[in-house]
């Protein structure tokens, strides 16, 4: 599961990362994330806390810039 971290300077994105990360984690908190920070005209400056034993599956993340 991913997690909006709310708790951080200005201008930072930064998630949480807990248990399994899904395909599904990714389309609801890490797009809609860069979509904004793209209507906005923003590059994104993010920040990942991983928790121990966090699983990421490589599909996640193949093919997004």
Do not use: H
Request: proline share 6%; with cysteine.
């Amino acid at each position: 599961m991913l997690e909006k971290i709310t708790d951080v300077p200005a201008g930072v994105d930064a998630l949480k990362a807990v248990g399994k990360i899904s395909k599904e984690d990714y389309e609801n908190v890490v797009e809609p994330l860069f979509a904004e920070a793209r209507r906005q005209g923003r590059r994104v400056d993010c920040c990942f806390k991983w928790v121990p034993n966090t699983k990421v599956f490589p599909w996640v993340w193949r093919g997004k810039k």
